[in-house]
């Protein structure tokens, strides 16, 4: 007797038992196996994934988020295929971002790496930043006298492009006012360069 046969006769087995219970012994319980009707399943424990770096930073890896939460963008300029001067990114991580650390960090110029890649500042060696003063709708940075110095108006106008970029990436709703030597700045410069005040994006169409 093949399995069909075996099946079509336990399901009139049962079919009877039932039909008998319900005429003749109407209070009667029938009680079938817990695992009849049940289909096996089997189940699979769920492997553990090692991630990548790349996957703790999608994540969102607590490292990776302090990180970035301490990255600063500093602006420096590289030469284009032109021959002209263009703005270069270069991501610092600080300890604390803070304004003065981003200007602190845009003073001390390109890394050794950077500069051999060909990115350089037009701010000048020995620029010192006297003061920062950040209220409610201005900033104020002061610097010595060195940062006013050395090239012509295209120097001046990229350091101070520099500057502008490299704050506006941390404060970028505020008017920035340049200060040299406790003094608001309104020439520099040997040539006598007019400075307008603020120091915002449209003074440099960017």
Do not use: H
């Not at 104020?140 to 970029?165: A, D, P």
């Not at 007019?194 to 449209?202: D, G, R």
Request: glycine share 8%.
């Amino acid at each position: 007797m093949n399995w069909f046969s075996k099946t079509v006769i336990a399901l009139m087995f049962i079919i009877c038992c039932f039909w008998i219970k319900d005429t003749f012994f109407p209070n009667a319980k029938i009680n079938l196996p817990d695992s009849f009707g049940k289909i096996e399943q089997k189940t699979q424990e769920p492997e553990e994934l090692e991630l990548s770096e790349e996957g703790k930073r999608i994540l969102g890896d607590p490292d990776e988020k302090e990180k970035l939460a301490n990255t600063a963008r500093i602006y420096f300029l590289k030469l284009n295929k032109d021959g002209e001067a263009e703005s270069y990114i270069s991501k610092r991580e600080l300890k604390d971002l803070t304004l003065k650390n981003a200007i602190n960090s845009l003073l001390k110029g390109p890394n050794a790496e950077e500069r051999k890649a060909g990115i350089y500042t037009e701010i000048p060696d020995g620029t010192k930043l006297l003061s920062v003063i950040n209220s409610d709708d201005k900033i104020i940075i002061n610097f010595n006298s060195e940062f006013q110095y050395g090239g012509g108006t295209e120097s001046i106008n990229n350091r101070l492009k520099q500057l502008v970029k490299t704050v506006v990436a941390i404060l970028p709703d505020k008017n920035i006012y340049l200060y040299i030597e406790g003094k608001q700045v309104d020439v520099m410069g040997g040539d006598g360069i007019m400075i307008t005040q603020p120091l915002n994006v449209s003074n440099f169409g960017f």
